[in-house]
């Protein structure tokens, strides 16, 4: 072969191996930032799974309307008071009647509606909590991992909880009570 | 150099740059092609987790022709009304099976927001919905298994015994 034709070959070579060089090094990114977006969405359903809410203890007050329970976060994450009103926490009971009743109560702090929940204090382990206090007017703070939530829950007038009765709390992230 | 021997390679040369370009078109359109279908994956992925849901608890009792579900928005992503709308709900039996679209009329569905915080009638994450499915007949005694599936086939389902 002449060197002209040599030469183009070498020309048109060179030129289509940049060129795929380039696109591959493109290819590779993009696959790259694609495979990053799989494990930040990993990461973020993982967050949502993680830990439990433990029933510590739980106990009927004598107007038969009223309990009193304490709930541990074990791994669930920080949960801020702000978010409170979106923890779901579901009462089931048997009434005087002899049916089994089921309502979800509203996250009622100033305990102005006829049924709701509150929240009475967060201790770790038995003590004050130290990290993320929340304040007592409920307006900042966190209920950490490790503490536990005294809360408080009552029904309607009209209803009474007879004898045996369960709690189911989910907070905002879907981690809930076992 | 004589003519004819420069015309051959300059075919040559042409020859090659054609069969190095349809190799090199095959060989990207195959990288665009596993590049898209990758894109396709992700899409469906965040499809996936921006709308999920979960059946918290389900109650009914027996004689009872409605069944009512705590769900929770486990997404990432507020849903609408009108897609709200498109849920279906399955409710089997061991001798029956039905299968509810929202409405008001008996074997259909409805619901509530119940912690709608913000006051935008959309099913925010992290809110909660009470769904009340009606049944056009009374539930007997026995296990009942339960699944709500979302507008993009995201589902939850929980055993009931009544």
Redesign the interface.
Known sequence: ??S??GL??LA??TA?SL??MG??MI?MA??NQ?FM??IK?ME??GE?CKGYLEIESMAKLRDNRTIEAVIKNVGAGSISVK?F??I?L?M?YRNSNG????E?L??NPSEDLERGWRVSNVTYHGVEELKNPVTADMSSGFWDDEESLAIRAWISRDQDIADEFML?M?A???V?TR | ?PIG??MT??T??VA??II??TL?GV??TS?NQ??DL??I??LG??EQ?YYRC?I??A?S?DGASTI?L?V?N?G?KDLPRELIKKSEIMILSRNKVYYLLYGDSADSWNYKL??D?DDDSRWDP???I?VEAHLSESLTSGDYYLKIILFNGAESEYNLSV
């Open positions: 072969m002449s002209l034709g183009i070959v048109v070579l289509a060129a795929a696109y591959l290819a993009t696959h694609l977006e799989r969405f973020k359903v949502r978010e009103d979106e779901d579901i089931i049916s089994i009743r089921a979800r509203p996250y189911i989910v905002p992230n879907g809930r | 150099m021997s420069l390679e300059f040559l040369a090659a740059t190095a370009a090199a060989y990207f990288l596993v590049a990758q894109k994956q992700v992925l965040k987790l979960d918290i608890y109650h009792s009512k705590w929770k486990t990432f119940l912690n915080s992290s809110e909660t009470e």
